[in-house]
């Protein structure tokens, strides 16, 4: 009986490894010894980075594009919040989009729809108003709105001043997955076909209509800042707050109990005066929009003071502190859905 030959590893001569890599370069293959560590990494090694948008910065650039460019002529009028370690690709962390957007009175930006996901979270001004499938609302500062994927919307304005809100969309996440498409609605604005308050009046009341079925994304497009403000209040008289989170809530979709969004997880916080956090991380990349009062906010080694309106990218496993001088409310969004629904997400509590 032969004996079978067992074939032992040695050291390639100079010269040769390289010409074998060369070799299976030509033909499209590629050797795993190589790049495992940055394929299979010991922890999560996001490509964004700790960074804050001063609002007051900001919104001067905003004004200026309005006196530049129509609404109409740029379909949206948006400075894209680019994360500067994500330069040219319109991210703020790695997987999600930001950007402000201005509309000015009596203009219309014109209707389309998209693949996309995306919320509308208003920043300055009442009067402007949303447009989905058939039902306006009009915008609030603090309104939390969703434009659910592929569904028509506009953006118009009866106010007599600027109007901004941020959007915040799963532009990164559909891009790479090449699942994302548009279309062009054949006129500026959509035909309304459903008085304003419908779907809240269906859906928002902690009742839902009796032949209601689950919906992919929440039917409720606006959640009124003043009724989540009322709600945060409340919390605070039942209970002490949360230590890595403060008095949080998140928006729900009122027929499965799910996130609002399907890929982007939405919530209001609040931190009590004097109140700090303890030591927390995620493997969600997350942006906070400070609505009311200051925050100081370390993420990484940085420490970010923060005031009303101000936004600040977190990026994902990034550990993070807050402390509020005074109470401070904000708005986080982050694509931690995706996670939960893959079996990826996880958290540290420090």
Not at 8 to 20: F, Q, R, V
Not at 147 to 153: D, K, Q, S, Y
Not at 283 to 299: H, K, P, Q, Y
Request: proline share 8%; with cysteine; glycine share 8%.
């Amino acid at each position: 009986m032969s004996q079978a030959h067992v074939a032992t590893a040695h050291h390639a001569e100079p010269g040769k490894l390289d010409d074998y890599y060369q070799t299976l370069k030509s033909e499209n293959l590629g050797p795993l010894w190589v790049s495992l560590k940055g394929l299979v990494p010991s922890e999560p090694r996001p490509k964004a980075v700790p960074h804050a948008w001063e609002y007051a910065k900001v919104r001067p650039r905003l004004l200026q594009a309005g006196e530049l460019i129509t609404a109409e002529e740029a379909e949206r009028r948006v400075l894209v919040l680019e994360n500067p370690g994500l330069p040219g690709v319109s991210q703020i962390t790695d997987t999600i989009y930001a950007g402000l957007q201005l509309i000015l009175p009596g203009e219309v930006a014109p209707a389309h729809r998209h693949s996309q996901s995306a919320l509308r979270f208003v920043i300055e001004g009442t009067g402007a108003f949303t447009a989905v499938d058939g039902e306006r609302t009009t915008m609030h500062p603090g309104d939390f709105i969703i434009t659910p994927a592929w569904t028509w919307h506009d953006h118009g304005s009866a106010a007599d001043a600027p109007v901004v809100w941020m959007d915040g969309l799963d532009v990164p996440l559909v891009r790479f997955l090449g699942t994302g498409f548009r279309e062009e609605y054949h006129d500026n604005a959509q035909i309304i076909t459903r008085p304003e308050g419908d779907s809240d009046a269906r859906f928002g009341s902690g009742l839902l209509p009796l032949d209601a079925c689950s919906t992919h994304t929440s039917p409720i497009f606006n959640y009124p800042y003043d009724r989540t403000r009322d709600a945060l209040h409340r919390l605070t008289r039942s209970g002490d707050p949360d230590p890595r989170h403060g008095y949080a809530l998140r928006y729900v979709n009122p027929t499965n109990g799910d996130w609002a969004i399907p890929t982007i997880a939405t919530s209001m916080r609040l931190l009590p005066a004097s109140f700090s956090t303890k030591p927390y991380r995620s493997t969600d990349g997350a942006v906070l929009v400070l609505v009311e009062g200051n925050l100081t906010a370390r993420v990484g080694d940085i420490a970010f003071e923060l005031d009303a309106k101000d936004v600040l990218a977190i990026p994902a496993w990034t550990e993070h502190t807050f402390e509020a001088s005074e109470d401070a409310v904000f708005f986080m969004y982050s694509d931690r859905p995706v996670h939960e629904k893959l079996g990826l997400w996880r958290e540290q509590k420090g």
